[in-house]
């Protein structure tokens, strides 16, 4: 398995999503064909403990730039999800 994939795939459980297409795609850009993301899914779900054979390890791959603003956007996404509830919370009557 391609080591972006492994590495996106293991990012995704990390954070406890369930690793979709659209969340992988997402994840690693328009630079696989959706047959080789589909594959990269059955194969890590089968084995979550897979590793990928050759080049670098996914823990030491370096993070693609469009991994970096997928983890970007999940957090601002995040951070305004938190601020709807923080004013959600102080707008009600103690």
Not at 14 to 24: F, H, I, N, V
């Amino acid at each position: 398995m391609d080591s972006t994939l492994l590495h996106a795939l293991q990012q995704l459980s990390g954070e406890g999503k369930q690793p979709t297409l659209a969340l992988l795609k997402n994840r690693v850009g328009s630079g696989y064909p959706l047959p080789q993301l589909i594959d990269a899914i059955k194969r890590y779900k089968a084995n979550p403990n897979i590793s990928c054979s050759g080049g670098p390890s996914a823990s030491t791959a370096e993070p693609t730039l469009t991994q970096l603003l997928g983890r970007i956007d999940a957090m601002q996404q995040q951070i305004d999800a938190l601020t709807a509830q923080i004013a959600s919370m102080q707008s009600q009557p103690s």
